[in-house]
């Protein structure tokens, strides 16, 4: 019976799960926190109703698998090239000096020196798993700050093989020698740079053959069987587990085929994601949290401390605004899940004692429950902080003459496409971006650029917010938005505001704040279908844009809320019975030419007419039935949208 333990554990969980993502929905906190302290409550030193982590621990690392998995499919290599600079120079540095703070520290507390720097290695490593999932939830990956942070977890997901390697070195019981360390960590890098090379080539021809299987049973195993095999390799050679699972995801991102993986591994990733925070919270003595309150309690608290200023010194010595590094540093201020697995080597090599093992637990499951909190608080924090921001001087010659101009905010695809038609129109603009190195590049185009926080009040003076005509929000940061938002109609209310956003729901809360009109992608998509199939019916232009012009003037209310009137629609059945006239181009290979109307008996056979006939330039109107079909000619067609349909087969044979 001990065997199916596995089974009730997991049923626990689940039931556990569910009251908790209701609840947690409802006080609007994220469903992890939830599910951390359900792990208290439920495990071995709660209520005992799951006594054994081991095999949970399993489960709970394929959810780490799958979370990763899908967090490479949403981005892409090229991605994560752009990023590199966040991923040596952020990742790097936030490693090196917390491990260097921390040690300074442990061993002014009286801490063995070689335990220090172990203690400080588990100090440096950041929740991935928590910081993906909730940045991936917000849509802020693509933000300033979200680049930082998984540039920064990416870097650190790297270190993990040179920190396990370190360990029989710090404890000096192993036999490895620091030559024989260095000769492991570079083939667990060359493994996985020929990995990458591998992957990019095959997988994608892996992948096309599932799919040509027609089979989604197949397609899915097979999915599966990439992720899981492609994690395991890395693993074999030193990586971690969901490294392996975070490539597999970036190289099957730039395939024709990942919007159906991420369908088919979403439900799975969402499951097993609940099993992983849970584990977390098995893993708490809260006997002895009770017995220590002060000390954990003073641990957590300066661990925090201590990663959110090494994040926000780093990010503000990169040339960032305070508030981008403060949003940073509270996403990463928390231990991280890859710091238990580094613990319980520790504990082999007898580098942790019991007593420092139990707040070192204690401490980073804290440290994990308040990171949503954190999170959620961020906004608020970093927008405080703009008194303690210099103010900078904008001396560009350009700024002196903006008078009825565009301000846009971002200058990604979005952004640099407005800024070109702007200035071909010659129309005066002006952008504003947070990423140094665009804004060097561009300004040394020529382009009228600046760098500055679009939610500052001293940037939006500098771009003449109370002359400006028209503020366009391109970029992918819904906090920045809605703080620039109130303080832009507050500064200058009589300003068009253009807000672009993700998703449908979030377009009330930003006309709340003063968007005079917001544009939705997942909107402008259904729009584009919308289009797409009107064409193909013949419906006339003219009543595709009516249609068109009812859903943006409603708001996209008909796309938000169930059970609306659509009587505001033209009946399309009454347009589909009236008469089109289309045109038809005849190519050379056509089998009419040469043929006259008479033979083609084109009215007869379809009930659609020919009313003329475009040749050379010239129209001949109501051509006779001897009139000859000549190569390139085009022909004007007349008839319902059956009947013009029917003539156009004829037509093409």
């Given at each position: 019976m001990d065997n199916f333990l596995i089974i009730q554990d997991i049923v626990v969980i689940l039931l556990v799960s569910l009251p908790i993502i209701f609840l947690f929905k409802k006080i609007n906190l994220p469903s992890i926190i939830g599910f951390l302290i359900a792990g208290m409550i439920i495990g071995p030193f709660g209520f005992k109703l799951i006594k054994s982590v081991n095999q949970i621990s399993v489960m709970a690392e394929i959810g780490v698998m799958l979370l990763m998995f899908t967090i490479g499919l949403e981005f892409s290599l090229s991605q994560l090239i752009r990023i590199k600079k966040f991923l040596l120079i952020a990742g790097g540095f936030q490693l090196v000096i917390t491990i260097i703070i921390s040690t300074i520290i442990f061993s002014a507390l009286g801490i063995a020196f070689n335990q220090a720097i172990f203690f400080s290695l588990l100090v440096s490593l950041s929740s991935t798993a928590i910081v993906l999932k909730i940045l991936s939830d917000k849509d802020e990956l693509e933000s300033p700050h979200g680049k930082i942070s998984l540039g920064i977890l990416i870097f650190q997901d790297l270190a993990i093989v040179p920190m396990f390697l370190l360990i029989p070195l710090l404890s000096g019981l192993g036999d490895l020698s620091a030559a024989d360390a260095a000769l492991k960590i570079f083939i667990a890098f060359g493994v996985l740079a020929g990995l990458l090379l591998l992957a990019r080539f095959l997988m994608p021809l892996i992948v096309y053959q599932l799919a040509n299987i027609r089979s989604r049973e197949a397609f899915t195993i097979g999915v599966i069987l990439l992720l899981l095999g492609t994690a395991y390799i890395t693993h074999s050679f030193g990586l971690s587990f969901a490294l392996g699972a975070f490539i597999a995801g970036l190289i099957l991102s730039e395939s024709d085929y990942n919007h159906q993986i991420v369908s088919d591994i979403l439900p799975f990733r969402d499951s097993f994601n609940s099993?992983?925070?849970?584990?977390?919270?098995?893993?708490?003595?809260?006997?002895?949290?009770?017995?220590?309150?002060?000390?954990?309690?003073?641990?957590?608290?300066?661990?925090?401390?201590?990663?959110?200023?090494?994040?926000?010194?780093?990010?503000?010595?990169?040339?960032?605004?305070?508030?981008?590094?403060?949003?940073a540093g509270l996403s990463l201020a928390q231990i991280g899940e890859f710091s238990f697995v580094l613990a319980q080597a520790g504990l082999n090599f007898k580098l942790i004692a019991d007593n420092y093992y139990n707040s070192f637990l204690a401490s980073t499951i804290f440290s994990m429950i308040l990171t949503p909190l954190l999170i959620k608080l961020s906004p608020f924090i970093a927008g405080k902080t703009s008194a303690l921001e210099k103010d900078k001087k904008h001396n560009e010659n350009y700024l002196e003459n903006l008078h009825a101009h565009v301000i846009i905010a971002g200058f990604g695809l979005n952004g640099s496409n407005l800024a070109r038609v702007l200035k071909e129109t010659g129309i005066k603009y002006i952008v504003t971006e947070l990423n140094p190195d665009t804004v060097k590049r561009e300004k040394a185009k020529g382009e009228k650029i600046i760098y500055g926080d679009i939610s500052k009040e001293e940037v939006l003076k500098a771009v003449k917010i109370d002359k400006a005509s028209i503020l366009v929000y391109a970029i992918s940061d819904p906090a920045v938005t809605r703080l620039s938002l109130k303080l832009a109609k507050k500064l200058n209310p009589n300003i068009y505001t253009l807000v672009r956003t993700r998703y449908v729901n979030e377009v009330d809360e930003l006309k709340k704040l003063g968007a005079d009109d917001v544009i939705p992608e997942e909107f402008e998509t259904a729009l584009q279908i919308f289009r797409k199939v009107l064409e193909r019916y013949h419906i006339p232009l003219n009543v595709i844009m009516k249609q068109t012009t009812i859903l943006r003037e409603e708001s996209y209310s008909f796309l938000r809320k169930e059970g609306v009137d659509i009587s505001s629609f033209t009946h399309l059945d009454e347009i589909l019975a009236q008469g089109l006239t289309e045109t038809y181009y005849v190519n050379n290979d056509n089998v009419h030419i040469n043929k006259t109307l008479s033979e083609i008996n084109l009215r007869a056979r379809t009930e659609a007419t020919i009313i003329a006939i475009v040749r050379d330039g010239k129209t001949i109107s109501n051509p006779s039935a001897k009139e000859i079909i000549k190569e390139t000619d085009t022909l004007v067609i007349y008839g319902t949208h059956l009947s013009v349909d029917q003539a156009i087969d004829l037509l093409d044979a």
């Open positions: 099993i992983f925070f849970v584990s977390i919270g098995l893993l708490l003595n809260i006997q002895f949290v009770l017995e220590n309150v002060l000390l954990i309690s003073s641990l957590t608290l300066g661990i925090l401390i201590v990663k959110m200023l090494v994040i926000v010194t780093i990010v503000y010595f990169m040339r960032y605004p305070l508030r981008i590094g403060i949003l």
